[in-house]
Every structure is written in structure tokens, then in C-alpha cells.
């Protein structure tokens, strides 16, 4: 057989830095074929607009059936560990392209990814519009079928280059991290740390509320002027004890016997906590 003995099967288009200059193509055979120096892996824009091409045989080369061709670029050896068969692969649209294996005039193999405009076809798949999802620098874009349509035969994968395209599929929800991750030491008050639950303050006492506590205290409730005798000063203001005992002292100034809790104005009298 020819080139119609090959196939695209997988697609990087980005490095996992999202460097764009380690990119790789991988053919499979899946028969005994051979390749012609008028092979040629094209890459597309999302309208159908000629982008770039690569040639990567100079003479004919014939493989047998099962062989995976690498097209890497030396960054992408690099980043991925491995090596080419040839180094040179076409410009690839990270966000959404299209790219076919094509001999002569013939598209033998395509791939869309992202959302395309105007869909290129091949020789065996003449009226299949669908794509991809676009694989994000440093996932590939996988072969997992072979029904000619591209939304089925393809999915996005941890790349698996010269090897079976059995990577973990990429769940979209990876994409989307939190801004407080996991806390490694929970409770220590890193950015991971769930919101504590609320825990009452230690009572204390605010001007205001001393004002409106203090008032009985100013003002003798038969219009004269309270007296001081007991205590030097006003209320304490850090605590409602000293309030509550300036109370009682007030009060006995005034009637001349010990006063009783029932006496006292209601917001004066001692509270249980």
C-alpha cells in the first residue's frame, strides 16, 4: 500500500509551558506502506486557510504495519524525552487548526481541533464537519477510534509519544484551579485553610454601651444630682461587674439602706452568664 496506509495519531501542539515550539506529529501505519517525498503533513487555520507544510522524507520510505512515525521538533524532543524520526513539523494553531496528511493532491488523513469555521476534509471522511476539543500545552491531541468522524476518534490525553495512545484523558475541570488550593498543613492559616467558624469574641464593654448603661448614675431620679459618696470616679469601663456594684453603691448613698437587686433598673441588675 501507499500513504493511504497511514494515518494521523497524535497531535502536540505546546510544550507544558505552552511553548509553542514543542510541538510533535505521530503517524501510525496500519498496514505496509510507504511515504513520497510529495507527502506532506499540512497544517490549516480554522478557516480552511493554508498554514504551513512539512515534508519529512526527501526519498521514498517504506514501513510496515503497526510502525509510529515521530515528526517532533528538537524543543519537543526535549520536552518530552525522546526522539524524531524527522524534525520538522508545520506551524501548529494552539486554540484551534486543522491538519491533514496529503500526497500529491490527495487528503489522506485529517484533524480539526477548536471550534472551526471552515472544515477540511479527507479522502475518507468527505462530509464529516466535527472537531476536537483544543489540547492544552502539553496534552495531546489522541487518536482513540477510527469511525471517520473527528469528535469520535479523538479525545485529549496526556501525550504518549511512539507509544499506544492509552494516556489519561484530560478532564476539563483540571483547568480549573481554585484560588486557595489544598493547605499541606491545615489549620495553620495558610491560603488552603477552610474558613474557620465563627467564635464569640471575649465580652467587653464599648463607650457607647457604658453610656447607655451609666445614665441611672448621672442623673438623681428626683432631679438632683447623684451623690459620689463610695467610690471615686465612674464606672470601670472594662467590665459590667463594676458597673453593676457603682449601681449599688449609688443606691445606698441615696436611700441609706443596702439595695436590692429587685430595686435596681432592669439593665442594671446582675445577669447570669
Do not use: K
Not at 512539512?54 to 526519498?59: E, K
Not at 494516556?167 to 488552603?192: E, R, S, T
Amino acid at each position: 500500500m501507499g500513504v493511504a496506509a497511514f494515518r494521523l495519531s497524535e497531535v502536540v501542539t505546546a510544550s507544558p509551558t505552552a511553548d509553542p515550539a514543542a510541538r510533535y506529529v505521530e503517524l501510525e501505519a496500519i498496514g505496509d506502506g510507504c511515504l513520497f517525498p510529495s507527502t506532506v503533513v499540512r497544517a490549516y487555520d480554522a478557516a480552511g486557510g493554508f498554514v504551513a507544510d512539512a515534508m519529512p522524507f526527501t526519498s521514498t520510505t517504506c514501513f510496515a504495519d503497526g510502525t509510529l512515525l515521530l515528526l517532533a521538533t528538537p524543543a519537543a524532543q526535549a520536552a518530552y524525552m525522546t526522539t524524531a524520526d524527522a524534525a520538522i513539523v508545520p506551524l501548529l494553531p494552539a486554540a484551534a487548526g486543522q491538519l491533514c496528511l496529503v500526497s500529491s493532491t490527495t487528503r489522506y488523513d485529517c484533524v480539526r481541533w477548536g471550534p472551526i469555521t471552515t472544515p477540511v476534509h479527507d479522502l475518507f471522511a468527505p462530509d464529516d464537519d466535527t472537531a476536537a476539543g483544543a489540547p492544552p500545552g502539553g496534552y495531546a491531541l489522541a487518536r482513540v477510534a477510527d469511525v471517520n468522524v473527528v469528535a469520535a476518534d479523538w479525545r485529549i490525553e496526556t501525550p504518549t509519544p511512539r507509544a499506544p495512545n492509552d494516556g489519561a484523558p484530560w478532564d476539563p475541570g483540571d483547568a480549573g484551579i481554585d484560588a486557595a488550593p489544598p493547605d499541606a498543613a491545615p489549620g495553620d492559616g495558610g491560603a488552603g485553610d477552610d474558613a474557620a467558624p465563627a467564635i464569640d469574641a471575649p465580652f467587653s464593654v464599648d463607650a457607647a454601651r457604658i453610656d447607655a448603661n451609666d445614665r441611672f448614675l448621672d442623673l438623681d431620679p428626683g432631679g438632683g444630682a447623684t451623690c459620689g459618696c463610695g467610690a471615686a470616679g465612674g464606672p470601670g469601663a472594662g467590665a459590667l461587674a463594676v458597673l453593676v456594684t457603682l449601681a449599688l453603691i449609688a443606691r445606698t448613698c441615696r436611700r441609706g439602706s443596702p439595695a436590692r437587686a429587685r430595686d435596681l433598673p432592669s439593665r442594671a441588675r446582675p445577669r447570669s452568664w
